[in-house]
T-cell receptor, first 110, second 113 residues
Framework: RKEVEQDPGPFNVPEGATVAFNCTYS??????FFWYRQDCRKEPKLLMS???SGNEDGRFTAQLNRASQYISLLIRDSKLSDSATYLC???????????FGGGTRVLVKP | DADVTQTPRNRITKTGKRIMLECSQT?????MYWYRQDPGLGLRLIYY???????NKGEISDGYSVSRQAQAKFSLSLESAIPNQTALYFC????????????FGQGTRLTVV
């Protein structure tokens, strides 16, 4: 089983709609969680950290469920510019390694 | 200028050749990483370094070596390139706090023929 798993998609989303997707992680001792965004053939960039109580940044909402070991990302009022691959990233308890999921591709269409 | 700079950006090399990918950063971070990305597999960690004298293997270090020449520089070498090392390679740097962001270079697209 992979340490961090994501549905690869693609999620085809009408412009203005809401889309949500999850990421599961296997190590219950994982400490920190992030969502990164990656545009085609570009470097990943931090979208948002994920906090225990959940957090929101504009149209983006991230949630953490430690009991079921998953994090989620919800995008409201999707824009064409939201089309990208969203990478789930988990930091373990030991050391400072970041483990990446395979990414979820989102395509927002007019 | 980018905070994390990778050179070269693109490279085609022949099987058996030695190649070095270079990374430099201006963030002042101690932690530096090399990842490779293959379609559908996300980013996989090759090597990482927490300090100039510290080198650690990641999950896929076989066939690779690294050198941390200075705090700001971390290079990745393929001693004898093989076609399945064709991939997109990213260097990253990160601060010490738990929730700090990782900053990535723009990537090096390596093709081994």
């Amino acid at each position: 089983r992979k340490e961090v798993e994501q549905d690869p998609g693609p999620f085809n989303v009408p412009e203005g709609a809401t889309v949500a997707f999850n990421c599961t992680y296997s190590n219950s001792a994982s400490q920190s969680f992030f969502w990164y965004r990656q545009d085609c053939r570009k470097e990943p960039k931090l979208l948002m950290s994920v906090y225990s109580s959940g957090n929101e940044d504009g149209r983006f909402t991230a949630q953490l469920n430690r009991a079921s070991q998953y994090i989620s990302l919800l995008i409201r009022d999707s824009k064409l510019s939201d089309s990208a691959t969203y990478l789930c990233v988990v930091k373990g308890a030991a050391g400072n390694k970041l483990t990446f999921g395979g990414g979820t591709r989102v395509l927002v269409k007019p | 200028d980018a905070d994390v700079t990778q050179t070269p950006r693109n490279r085609i090399t022949k099987t058996g050749k030695r190649i070095m990918l270079e990374c430099s950063q201006t963030k002042g971070h101690d932690r530096m990483y090399w990842y490779r990305q293959d379609p559908g597999l996300g980013l996989r960690l090759i090597y990482y370094s927490f300090d100039v004298k510290d080198i650690n293997k990641g999950e896929i270090s076989d066939g690779y070596s690294v050198s941390r020449q200075a705090q700001a520089k971390f290079s990745l070498s393929l001693e004898s390139a093989i076609p399945n090392q064709t991939a997109l390679y990213f260097c990253a740097t990160r601060g010490v706090e738990a929730n700090t962001e990782a900053f990535f270079g723009q990537g090096t697209r390596l093709t081994v023929v």
